[in-house]
Each structure stands twice: as structure tokens, then as C-alpha cells.
């Protein structure tokens, strides 16, 4: 082709060889030109990242080239003066990361028409054929101007467009009739991005501490940043931020925050997109590893290199957060009341109302009265009606929180002050969070100050422990909302009826405030609580109280999901731990606040039953008095005439459920509710034939809904364990609980409780019980044949995770068996691998625990060898625990190679 007609670009980026692009145009295929082009500088802008060179640079670089692409790509075609090629979006503002959308505008005259329809698909085309990820756009001038008018998200990606190529007259045109002389005037446009925020933040949980974060949309990500450049930008008719130094916009240092905090997450951005290969906006966990590497981050005393880089990474977003309510605050105030008599309403002698939002009254407040800097969020939390800090006072409190010293928290005024905050009556957590974002918390109490931003790189946890801090105090008072009272029906009734709810929230604020610094974190946060609540002048009997509640905060969630709950000695044990009612009630309400925020996916029905199953057990022990033990034998002979009288509903006579019974050990009749017992013996006395009895209902106990029981009745104990564990992996369906039964006779009656991929309980469905029942029935009939463990995808979460795994083992000499306990990542197939162990090692499992918290598998085994003993050889022991762990580890390296 002649490239000779083509105009030289005149802005061409350091790193392109304009000329040398030109020389090859002229003798090549422009297709194998341009790609050609686009895949070396995709390795050059990779080779510089790797280097470590200034990410200003490459961003601005990168869309500089793309600008020369484009620019000889337009020119390929023939245009006239009645189009204009735009770049729109990020890219119009001159950003460009590794896998960014290339947002372009073909701009058109209004009496274009369809003049250019096929060169335009050309084109567009042409730009794909060559690599570039285009996301593009053809309206003409009318057409651009009536779609901004009614979608906020189009006029702001107009906002920020360039010319690239063509008639740069029609760009002026749209720019000036899409601004807001003309539309979305500064009081729409800033009520609109700011509800466009709010539900953007909602979507992340109001919080900017995720463990796997939102590069980009998150709170204190870079859309907040951008949300400053656009109101900014268009009120005050400027290109850049720079251009508002010195206009008292934001302070030397603010801009020095936002241009740090927007060049460290630059990188982090382009770091992933060019790991992931795609436009990955999420910091998932295997990127963090590698940028924590590729960033020069160490594993040192000072904790693994992932998390340096992350807890920089969290502290970057704070800082943006909390400058995204100042600047907009400051913007908002600028919008809504420059022009406007202000409304000023006093509340004290340091503090008023100025259209409705809180200030000092004067600049040197704090100096004058530190225990202001407490004194304002309560204020706040005390008027509900009050907006916020006005961005003057927000930067106010930042400049004077050093007064937040020794002297400061040993006066018993601010111990008063402080105090307060638990017993206001709306906005708890709002103000903690303020508080927190303008580095009050962390002064006032500095182990709370050292958890900011420190993340458990665990797939349990979902949030860092200052983020999750809060959400337990969240859901604390989440329990008071009528809303809530149907999930939440024992926490609701107990909180409402809390008579010191302040107590609870103490306890909310230290359960993990010792996260982080080796030991027991549960011990010593309750060292720290017991050193606050004396400082502050809690009486003794409520000092215990909290004390007790952040030293056993995990007691209850151990108890409800790794024993057995039925068993009426493990529910004395608990009482005796926990003492009274009142522990009881406390200490359950702040188990189901800390369990629902360490991750969205541990609270479902089925860990909402045995958490009610084990409260109301415990309750009913504490009422009937420590000293009255339960009778087993009484327990047993109970649950048997409630059994019988509905068999005998049924016709079933009394010596032919007896004389079946007998051949059960007494376990049964102490961990089963008569129901249970009534509708399984009915079965098996009606069940004829060598093919396993299978029976799958909804949880007929209140004690155990919220899970689908699956009963099985077959011969051979060795089997039928790992045969049912397989087959249900296979059929996607989450074991919750085992119980295991072995009579007389040879058979087994194993009870299996399943939630389905969504971890609900798979519902009266005829159909798929069908199909449950028949896969277990043929996998049963395979005997020894079924040694291929059920093969599914792991998650992607659990690779990044290859912790090994830990067992323990014990002899419980009372109850005749074996203790196993295996801690490890979960993944498809768990329990079916350690079934096929059990089966080869020649171990009956004769009951198991199964506990799985969000990613990790806690579960216990109760086993005994074929001669129905517990083992009694270390060695054999020892070699079993071996080959769980290899076998286990083994099926994870293997994953991670795939």
C-alpha cells in the first residue's frame, strides 16, 4: 500500500518505531503489520512492568501506542469531513492497563446516515483481526446527545473522550451540548454518581477489607478515585486534578495520598491483568502470591510476603476511602450550598450543625478539649438526622488524632467519653467505621490499630480482622431489626431481651483483637479485655462476662459442629463449661454474629439447626440443675414408648419392633428422635430382599432441620461407608453429619444429613430423591469394585491454599473407640477418599462429626477395627494417619498440576 498518503502521527510514544512501522506498511500485509506491532509492545509494556519502571509511564505509554494504532488503522479507509473517531472512558483519559477495554466513538454527523456502514464493520473488524479488545460505539451527534440525557454512565465516558482521528469540530460540538449547560446540570450529576457509589459499595458489602478485593469497583478502589476526577473535573471545568492546587480542594497532602494510593493500585491492576491473561479486576488469591513475589515482598518475622503486600494494599484503600468522603463531602457542600444562606444550628460550645452536617466551631476545638475527637461520634451517633462530618472537621480530626496518646486514654473523662459509644441508640457500627477510617479507633485503642488491614489468608475467613470486627457488631444489632428476627429467631428473641446489650458488643470489639501475635489469640484478647473493662470501670461481675465470652468465643460453634450433640453427656459437659443462663444467651449471640461474619457461606439451615439444637439442649440442663444428671437408660426406654405408640398407630406390634431393636445398641435410642426410629423401623421390618433399604425425607426432628436425611440399612460395615460417600460426592451433595449404627445381625444403619450445591436442603423433589436412590443402590451393589474416587474439579480457591494435611488420633476408653481428627482444605471427594482408606485398612467407622467451615474440613472419625475394638497398636496407628495425609495431599498436588 502507499503509505506515503497517510500523515505521520505526531505524538508517538519513546517506545515505537514510527518510522520503521511506516517501511513495513509500504512491503507487507497491513493485517501481519499491526499484529505483528501490537504483540511485540503487549511483550515490551510486560518486559518494563517485570523492571519495575514507573507505572505512570506504562499506563500513559500504553494508551499513547494504541492512539498510533488506531490513528493508521482510521487512515487505512477513506473518510470525509463528517467523522470523528473518539476515544471514550478510561482510554479517553489517557489510561490504558494490559487487558482494558479500548472504548471507542465513531462520531457521525447528524445527516450521515448509513454512508459508512461497511467500511465502519470493516474497520471495527480489522482492529479485532489485529488483538485490540475494542469496545466500541457508531451514533451520530443527535443520536450521542440523546442517549447521555438519559444515562448517567454515557455522559460520563463522554466527559473524558479525546479525538484520536477526523473532524475534531464534532467532538467540540458533543462535548459542549453534553455538559451542564445543557444536561445533567452539577446537582443531578452529583446525586446520580452518588447513588451509582452507594449501590457499588453495597454490592461489596460496604467494606474495603474482602480478602479477594475488587481492584477496581470495591470500596476505596479506583472507581472512588474516579468519582473524585469526574465531580471534580466538571464543576470545576478542568482536564486534571492538578490543575485545583492551591484552590483549597484538597490539602499538599491529600493530593500526595491520591496520587500514591492511585499508582500502587495502577500496579496492582496491571500486575493482574497480565497474570490472569484477561481483564481480571479481582486481587484473587493466586495473583496475590505472585505480586507479593514479583513486588519484592519477603516471608520475614514480620509475616508472609502475600500478606505485606496485602496489608499495604488495604491501607492504600483506606486512605482512598476516607478521601473519597472528604473531597466529596467538600464537593457536595460546593454543589448543594455555596449560593445558600448556610442553616447553622449549635449544639455545644465545640460543635454545630451547618446544613446538617457536624463542624467545629472553631479550628483549634481538639487542642483546646482533645475528648472532642470522642465526643463527635457520639454526637453523631446520638442524632441520627446528622449527614456526617463536614470535610473541614473530617481533616481537622486526621491532623489532631496524635493527641490520642498515653495521656489521652489514661483520662477517665475519655474512658467516659468512649464508653458512651455502646449505649447510643442508632449507628454503632457507622460511627465504629468513621471512627476507624480517620485513625480514631486504632489511636484509642491500639490493638485494635494493629489488626487494621491484616488479612488470614485462609479460605475460612473472607474479610480482614478489622472488617470483620465490625461486622460482628453489625450483625449484633442486626438481631434487634424486626427483618431479622425470621433467620435469626433465637438471637433476635435473646438480644431483645438482653438487659446490657453494651457488654455484647465489648465482647464483639476483643474476640479477635489478638489476632497476629502468636499464642492463643482467644487468651489474650480476653487479657485485653479484662485491662479495658477495668480501665472503664465495667463492676466485676460484668468484667467476667466479657472476659469469659472473648476467652470460649469459639466454644459453641466447636461444640454444635465437631460433637455429638445428642449425646446428653457431651450437653452436660457444655453446661458445666458454660454455668447460667446468662452465658448461655450471650454466648450464642455472639457465636452466630461472629460465624455469619467470618463468611457468607458458613450460616446455612442445616448449622442454624445445631446451633438451636445445642442451645436449647443446653438451656433445658441448666433449668433442670447441673446435679440432676440425664439417666441413659431412662432416655432410652422414652424414646421407645414415643416409638411404639406410633408404631402402634400403624399397626405394628410392640415384640416386633422389640425383637428388632434388640439387636441395636442403645446409642440409637439415645441420638435418634422416636420419630426417626418409628418411620425406619416401619421399613426395615416391611423391607424383604438382600438389596439395601434406602429412605431420604426432609429432617423429620425440629431439633435437625434444615438438612435431607438419607438412611441406609445394608449389610456389610466395611463397605457401605465408603460406597455411600463416594456416590454422594459424585451426586454433588454436601455431607453435613454421619451417624453410624452396627446390630447384631450384620447390617449397618448409617444416616447421612446433605445440603446441595447451594448448601440448602434439596426439598421435597420426587424426582431427585429418585435419582439419589438409585445411584446408591447401584454403587452399593459394586461392593469392593468402586475404587475410583469421584473426580471433580477443585475450586479454584483451594489451589492457592496447599496447606497439608493434620490429623490427631486418641482412644476414648469410656466410649470403646478410636478418635480420628483430619483438618484439611475441603475439595470434591473428601470423605470418599478417606472412606476408601478406612475400607483398605480394614477400620469400621462407627460415627463421624463432619464439619466443614467455609473452604477448610474439620472432621472426626469414631472407628474401631473389624473385631469392633479400638486400636491398639502405634505403629498401625501412626501408618494410618500416613497414608490419610499422603493420600489427601497427593489428590491436591495432582490438581495443582492440572
Not at 500485509?29 to 506504562?58: C, Q, W, Y
Not at 487512515?75 to 477495554?101: F, K, M, Q, T
Not at 486514654?409 to 475519655?414: A, L, M
Not at 494435611?805 to 478418635?819: H, K, L, R
Request: negative net charge.
Amino acid at each position: 500500500m502507499h503509505v506515503d498518503r497517510i500523515p505521520a502521527y505526531a505524538c508517538q510514544p519513546l517506545c515505537f518505531n514510527q518510522q520503521r512501522f511506516r517501511r513495513d506498511l509500504d512491503n507487507k500485509a497491513p493485517v501481519k503489520v499491526f499484529k505483528n506491532a501490537v504483540d511485540g509492545m503487549k511483550t515490551h509494556f510486560e518486559l518494563r512492568f517485570r523492571e519495575g519502571e514507573d507505572i505512570r509511564s506504562l499506563v500513559e505509554s500504553r494508551a499513547s501506542f494504541i492512539d498510533v494504532i488506531l490513528h493508521y488503522a482510521w487512515h487505512l479507509y477513506e473518510w470525509e469531513n463528517d467523522v470523528c473517531l473518539i476515544a471514550v472512558g478510561g482510554y479517553g483519559r489517557g489510561e490504558l492497563h494490559p487487558h482494558s477495554d479500548i472504548d471507542i466513538l465513531i462520531l457521525l454527523e447528524n445527516q450521515v446516515g448509513e454512508k459508512y456502514n461497511g467500511q465502519l464493520q470493516e474497520f471495527v473488524t480489522f482492529l479485532w483481526d489485529i488483538g485490540l479488545e475494542i469496545g466500541s460505539s457508531v451514533r451520530s451527534l443527535e443520536e450521542c446527545i440523546t442517549i447521555a440525557r438519559d444515562d448517567i454512565t454515557v455522559a460520563t465516558n463522554l466527559q473524558e473522550s479525546r479525538r484520536i482521528a477526523g473532524n475534531d469540530a464534532l467532538r467540540d460540538q458533543l462535548q459542549t451540548q453534553t455538559g451542564p449547560e445543557y444536561m445533567w446540570p452539577m446537582t443531578e450529576f452529583f446525586k446520580a454518581k452518588w447513588e451509582e457509589q452507594v449501590r457499588r459499595h453495597d454490592k461489596h458489602n460496604n467494606t474495603e477489607c474482602n480478602l479477594e478485593p475488587n481492584i477496581k469497583n470495591a470500596p476505596g478502589g479506583l472507581r472512588d478515585l474516579q468519582m473524585i476526577n469526574w465531580i471534580a473535573k466538571r464543576y470545576f471545568g478542568v482536564q486534571t486534578l492538578r490543575q485545583l492546587e492551591g484552590q483549597d480542594f484538597f490539602t499538599e497532602r491529600e493530593f500526595g495520598v491520591l496520587r500514591g494510593a492511585e499508582a500502587f493500585l495502577w500496579s496492582v491492576r496491571f500486575g493482574v491483568h497480565m497474570l490472569s491473561g484477561r481483564a481480571e479486576e479481582r486481587l484473587l488469591f493466586e495473583y496475590q502470591r505472585e505480586l507479593a513475589q514479583l513486588f519484592g515482598y519477603e516471608d520475614s518475622d514480620k509475616g508472609l510476603a502475600v500478606e505485606q503486600f496485602m496489608h499495604k494494599y488495604y491501607r492504600a484503600v483506606i486512605s482512598l476511602r476516607e478521601l473519597n468522603d472528604v473531597l466529596l463531602q467538600y464537593l457536595e457542600e460546593q454543589i448543594f450550598h455555596k449560593d445558600a444562606a448556610a442553616q447553622i444550628t449549635p449544639i455545644n460550645e465545640r460543635f454545630q450543625l451547618r446544613d446538617n452536617y457536624i463542624e467545629v466551631r472553631h479550628a483549634r476545638v481538639f487542642d483546646e478539649e482533645p475528648s472532642a475527637l470522642l465526643e463527635i461520634f457520639v454526637l453523631m451517633g446520638n442524632t441520627p438526622s446528622i449527614a456526617g462530618a463536614r470535610a473541614s472537621t473530617i481533616r481537622l480530626i486526621r491532623d489532631r488524632r496524635n493527641l490520642i496518646d498515653n495521656r489521652f486514654r489514661d483520662d477517665p473523662k475519655n474512658r467516659e467519653m468512649f464508653m458512651q459509644l455502646f449505649s447510643i441508640d442508632y449507628g454503632l457500627v457507622t460511627q465504629l467505621t468513621r471512627m476507624k477510617r480517620y485513625g480514631v479507633l486504632g489511636r484509642y485503642l491500639p490493638a485494635f490499630g494493629r489488626i487494621t488491614g491484616q488479612m488470614q489468608h485462609d479460605l475460612f475467613h473472607r474479610y480482614t480482622v478489622d472488617a470483620h470486627t465490625l461486622l460482628v457488631i453489625r450483625n449484633m444489632r442486626r438481631f434487634t431489626q424486626p427483618e431479622n428476627e425470621k433467620r435469626f429467631p433465637i438471637a433476635a428473641h435473646i438480644v431483645r431481651h438482653m438487659p446490657r446489650r453494651e457488654l455484647l458488643y465489648i465482647a464483639g470489639l476483643f474476640h479477635d483483637i489478638a489476632k497476629g501475635r502468636g499464642g492463643d489469640h482467644s487468651e489474650l484478647g480476653a487479657q485485653d479485655a479484662e485491662e479495658f473493662c477495668r480501665l472503664h470501670g465495667l463492676p466485676g461481675q460484668e468484667t467476667r462476662l466479657v472476659c469469659w465470652l472473648v476467652e470460649n468465643h469459639l466454644l459453641m460453634s466447636f461444640i454444635s459442629q465437631k460433637k455429638d450433640i445428642s449425646d446428653p453427656d457431651v450437653i452436660r459437659d457444655f453446661a458445666l463449661r458454660v454455668g447460667d443462663q446468662r452465658r448461655l444467651d450471650y454466648l450464642y449471640a455472639l457465636t452466630v454474629a461472629d460465624m455469619c461474619a467470618t463468611n457468607p457461606e458458613i450460616w446455612n439451615t442445616w448449622r442454624a439447626s445445631l446451633m438451636r439444637q445445642l442451645y436449647m439442649e443446653t438451656k433445658r440442663a441448666l433449668r433442670r440443675g447441673l446435679e440432676n444428671t440425664v439417666d441413659k437408660q431412662e432416655l432410652v426406654e422414652e424414646t421407645q414408648r414415643l416409638a411404639l405408640a406410633k408404631l402402634s398407630d400403624k399397626g405394628i406390634f410392640a415384640d416386633e419392633a422389640r425383637a428388632l431393636w434388640a439387636t441395636l445398641g442403645d446409642e440409637y435410642f439415645v441420638r435418634e428422635s422416636h420419630l426417626d426410629i418409628a418411620s425406619q423401623t416401619e421399613a426395615m421390618l416391611a423391607h424383604q430382599g438382600e438389596q439395601p433399604l434406602i429412605l431420604i425425607s426432609e429432617t423429620t426432628s425440629t431439633k435437625l432441620e434444615g438438612a435431607t436425611q438419607i438412611f441406609i440399612c445394608a449389610r456389610d460395615a466395611r463397605h457401605v461407608f465408603a460406597a455411600a460417600t463416594t456416590c454422594l460426592a459424585q451426586l454433588h451433595l454436601n455431607i453435613q453429619d454421619a451417624k453410624i449404627y452396627h446390630a447384631d445381625t450384620g447390617y449397618t444403619l448409617d444416616t447421612f444429613y446433605v445440603l446441595n450445591d447451594n448448601f440448602e436442603p434439596i426439598g421435597n423433589d420426587a424426582q431427585r430423591y429418585q435419582q439419589i436412590h438409585d445411584a446408591l443402590q447401584r454403587e452399593l451393589a459394586l461392593a469392593g469394585e468402586y475404587s475410583d474416587i469421584v473426580k471433580r474439579r477443585t475450586p479454584r480457591e483451594l489451589k492457592q491454599f496447599s496447606i497439608p494435611t493434620q490429623t490427631s488420633i486418641s482412644n476414648d476408653i469410656v466410649g470403646g473407640y478410636t478418635v480420628l481428627e483430619v483438618i484439611s482444605p475441603d475439595r470434591p471427594g473428601f470423605l470418599a477418599t478417606i472412606a476408601q482408606v478406612f475400607m483398605e485398612e480394614g477400620i469400621i467407622v462407627q460415627n463421624a462429626r463432619i464439619s466443614t467451615l467455609g473452604e477448610r474440613v474439620e472432621d472426626v472419625f469414631f472407628i474401631t477395627d473389624l473385631n469392633g475394638q479400638p486400636l491398639s497398636d502405634a505403629q498401625a496407628c501412626e501408618a494410618l494417619q500416613d497414608k490419610i495425609r499422603q493420600r489427601l495431599d497427593r489428590q491436591v498436588a495432582q490438581e495443582l498440576k492440572a
